[in-house]
């Protein structure tokens, strides 16, 4: 099985942090590029789950703009592959289309048609439901319980999804608790 990680297209800084300032780069033939791969995959009969969102947010506030996740999303369609999402963001809502196509029309790897029954699945990452202390923590990212909102919506919609429960522990809490 092949799980491709696509760092899809928008990125902060560059080569070795450098620049880290407040704009953001945005990876306009990241389709192209993504599309030229799958393809010489696909030709080889060699499919494997696609993982989007393992290193960035791919629904930032700049997709509304340029649509670039979408674009992706288009091309994996187009080739057949199955995807992983992983999103705090409820611009994932306008793609919801793209991913019920995906969850139809995939191919999932050989070894694994046994045991998965999905070919679309999304993970919503949750750090805390105390929306207060997630303003500490996530900054600009969607309250908690906005995002546990969008995790109904998107199951109400047909699409296979769950949470990602990441724990952050302030250090004064582990030596009080120790």
Known sequence: MIILLIPISYV?????????????????????????????????NKYGIIAIGTATEPWMKIEEKYKITRACLEMIAKHRFPVHCLTKSPIILRDLDLLREIDEYAILPYNLKEQ???????????????????????????????????????????????IAYILYYHSSQILMNS
């Open 12 to 44: 902060r800084g560059s080569k070795y942090g450098e620049n880290m300032g407040n704009e953001l780069a945005v990876k306009i033939n990241a389709p192209l590029l993504l599309s030229k791969e799958l393809t010489r995959l696909a030709a080889r």
């Open 116 to 162: 998965l029954n999905h070919r679309s699945m999304i993970t919503i990452s949750l750090s805390t439901l105390d929306d207060s202390v997630a303003a500490i923590f996530e900054p600009g990212a969607p309250k908690p319980t906005d995002r546990l909102k969008l995790l109904g919506k998107i199951k109400d919609a047909g699409i296979y999804a769950g």
